[in-house]
């Protein structure tokens, strides 16, 4: 009977993944660098499209034999943005990030919604935002490719409104564009919602974690513990709820370098 449960256990335990975003390990990295990401137990990366080496990261993770995820650029690109031309080039550089990344074979690619550029205009950007998201939402999966639309820190002073900003309008972009839910734990908490009742409410829509730890004000992408947000209840959390996709560790690189993540106990243990 005790043999019985511990099984099951250890079966819950691995259906989560051990992934890393390489934004973690700043602009200058080495294939080096990556089999040693592998070597450290990790099943994928979450490549940074606006790295200087982005290009070749897809090429050490294939020679690695890790799987392949991409963070989509989006510094000056702002798919909720007033102007078609913003818009059109937005979508025509996400376009060739996509395809980028199914031609290496990767599986999820994370976008950001942007933002009005008053919160006045909401209503006016919205349903543009949503006919643009379901664009590259059928154009992903048109190239076997999941696009996952990450929660942002709402802009406390509502000067601006960034998408989405809550739990209800996240929910409905991802219902309306066929989107699935990219979770970072960091930005929920400064948003002030739990973590637990939010796995619950995404349900089957959640494909992939982005973890790091804060103080609960700022986004400080701090390893687990080093901040106050993250409980050591994350993996429970997702086993209960069949959860069966990445965590993805999403560290500072200008606190960190590889060597402090790869011998981090939360790393080495995944014990989370
Ligand atoms: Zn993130």
């Known amino acids: 009977m005790k043999i019985n449960r511990k099984m099951s256990r250890t079966k819950e335990i691995i259906q989560v993944e051990k992934w890393i975003s390489l934004w973690s390990i700043g602009q200058e990295y080495s294939l080096e660098d990556i089999k040693q990401i592998k070597e450290h137990g990790f099943n994928g990366v979450e490549i940074w499209a606006e790295h200087h080496l982005a290009e070749q990261a897809f090429k050490y993770a294939n020679e690695c034999d890790l799987q392949i995820g991409l963070h989509l650029p989006f510094h000056d690109l702002n798919l909720a943005t007033q102007y078609d031309e913003i818009a059109a080039y937005t979508l025509a550089l996400t ?34 935002m949503i006919e643009r998201l379901k664009e590259l939402s059928d154009f992903s999966l048109a190239n076997n490719v999941e696009l996952l639309f990450e929660n942002q820190i709402p802009d406390g002073l509502n000067y601006m409104h960034i998408l989405p900003s809550n739990i209800e309008e996240w929910l409905d972009v991802l219902n309306k564009t066929n989107t699935k839910a990219c979770l970072d734990v960091g930005h929920l908490a400064i948003q002030g919602d739990e973590f637990k009742d939010t796995v619950n409410r995404l349900g089957g829509l959640l494909k992939s974690i982005h973890l790091s730890d804060n103080d609960g004000k700022s986004d400080l992408h701090l390893l687990p513990n080093d901040g106050t947000v993250i409980q050591n209840n994350i993996i429970n959390v997702l086993s209960k709820q069949n959860y069966q996709g990445p965590v993805v560790f999403e560290i500072n690189p200008y606190k960190y370098s590889l060597k402090d993540i790869l011998e981090h106990p939360s790393v080495k243990e995944f014990n989370i």
Do not use: C, F, R, T
């Open 95 to 128: 376009k060739k990030w996509i395809k980028k990344l199914a031609y290496y074979n990767g599986s999820h690619a994370v976008i950001h919604g942007g933002q009005a550029m008053a919160s006045e205009d909401l209503d006016k950007v919205y349903p543009k």
